[in-house]
C-alpha cells in the first residue's frame, strides 16, 4: 500500500513515524487509497530549517522571475487537471465537476498570483525636505507556515502557496491528513515548474506538526484554514511569538427570501448552497431564512428539489451529490440531525444515512432539511458542515436580517429579492465579509478578496491583492540628495 512521503528539502522523504491513518474513499470504505504518515516534531522542525535556509537565496530572485515560476505551475495544473479532479473526487468524494470547478478555481489563483511578479510595486513618497525622497519596498516576511483543511483540498493550499512564493517568502506547507494524493499533486506541479529545492516543503500530520511550525524560530507567518477552535488556538500561539497570523475558520451561511422574490430562483441557489458539495464548502448555505408570504411555496420546491438529488461516488456519472468526507464528520452529521429533532425542529426531508445497497459501504447522508427552527437553537447556532439545512420562518425584512446576524460567524451570505431599497439595506447591514444578492452564498474570483467577519476570521482577507500585505512587509527608505549636513532643523 502507498504511503505518502514528505517533501523536504527538494527531496520525497519516508516519515520516520509509525502512526498513520488511512486515506479512505468516503464513497466506499473498503476502498483505502494509501496511508497518511503523521509525521513527528522533528520532522517538522527540520523541514522549517531547511525553508529558513533556501529563503535566502529565493528572497533575492527578481519577483518576476518568481512569478513566472508560479505561473509555469498554472500551466501545469492546466495540463494535469483531470488527474488532480479525479483525485479529488476519490479522496475528498466531491463530484468530478464539482472538482473541476475546484480546478477552474485553482488555477485563477495561481495565474493571478503569478502575474503579481511584476506589480509587487512600493511607493515613492514625497518628502517635505528639498532634495530628498522617501519611497517604500515590499519584502518577504521569511518562512510562511500553511495549514489547510481537506474540504478544498487544491483550491485553499494553492491561493496559500503561489502569492506566498511570489512575494519571496519559503514555504512549509501542512495538508489535512485526509487528502494527501491531492496535496501530493499539487505540490508536483509547483516542484515541475521550477520552484527551487527548500523552497517549497510539505510535511503530513497534524497537531504535533502544526503546532512545531508555528514555533519555529524561521517562520515569520502563518496562514490557517480550518474550524474555528483550532484558528483560535493557532492565532493565540502565532500572538505569543509576535508573528502575523491569518486564520480564515468556521461559518453558518444564511440566505434571506423576501416576498418579492424570483422563487425558482432563489430555490436552485439555496440547492447549489446548502446541497453542492455535500454542503462541505466553507461557504455552504446552512440557514434559510424565508418572509412567511413565501415560506410554504418555497419549500414545497424545494423538498421536490431535493428529493431528486441522487447520492453516489463523485466518480460517477449522473450523480448530484457526493458522500461525507469521513466517518468521523459522518457521525458529527447524524449528531446534528438527532439535536435538531430534540430541539423541536421539524424535519421536512431526510435525515438518515444510506444504509442499503452499494452506498451503505459509504458516508452518505440523505440531504436534509428541518423547517421552523428557531434561531437560538443549536442547529442553527453552531457549524455542522454537512447536507443540513436550518429553515426559520420570519414576519419581516427587518426580523430577517436580525436572524441572519445572530450567528458567531460571518463568512458569507445572500438575499434574494427585487426590491432595491431593501437589497441595499441588506448590504450596509448585513455582518459577514461576503455577501450576494439573487445568486447563492457560493464562490469568489482570485481578484477579489476573500474573508469574513467576527468568528469566521481573525487576520488579513486572503486572495486578491490584498493578499500580498500578508505576505511582505513594507520597509520605508528615506533618500537625502543634497549632500549637505541638516542644520538644526531634522523635520
Ligand atoms: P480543522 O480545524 O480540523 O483542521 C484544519 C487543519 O489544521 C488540518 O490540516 C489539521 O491537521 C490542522 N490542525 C488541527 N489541529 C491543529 C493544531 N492544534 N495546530 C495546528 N494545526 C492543527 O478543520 P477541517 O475539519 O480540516 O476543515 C473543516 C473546517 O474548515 C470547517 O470548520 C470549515 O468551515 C473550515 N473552512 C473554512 C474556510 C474559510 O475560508 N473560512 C474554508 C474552508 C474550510
Redesign the pocket.
Known sequence: MKTYRNFIGGEWVTSASSKRIPNINPADSTDVLGETPMSTRDEAAAACAVAADAFREWRRVPAPRRGAIVTRAAQLMQERRNAIAQAIAHEEGKLVSEAQGEMNRSINVVEFSGAHGRRLNGATIPLELPNNFGYTLRVPRGVAAL??????PVA?PVWKIAPALVAGNSVVF????LTPETSELVLQCFIDAGVPAGVLNMVYG??DV??TM?DHPGVKCVS?????P??M??YERAARRGIPAQC????KNPVIVLEDADIDLAVAGVMAGAFGSTGQR?TATSRVILLHPVADAFLERLVDAASKLRLGSGLAENVAMGPIVSEAQLQRVLEYIDIGKHEGAELLYGGKRVTTGALSKGYFVEPTIFDRVRPEMRIAQE?I?GPVLAVIRVESFDEALAAANDSQFG?TSSIYTRDALRMFRYIDEIETGMTHVNSPTLGGEAQVP?G?TKA??VGPTEQGTEVFDFYTETKVAYIDYTGAKREGKLY
Open positions: 495549514i489547510t483543511p481537506w474540504n478544498f485553499i501542512k495538508p489535512s491528513p497534524d497537531a502544526g503546532t508555528i490557517f484554514t480550518g474550524s474555528t483550532t484558528g488556538a493557532i480564515e475558520m468556521g461559518g466553507c457549524e458542515f463568512l476573500f469574513g469566521t476570521t
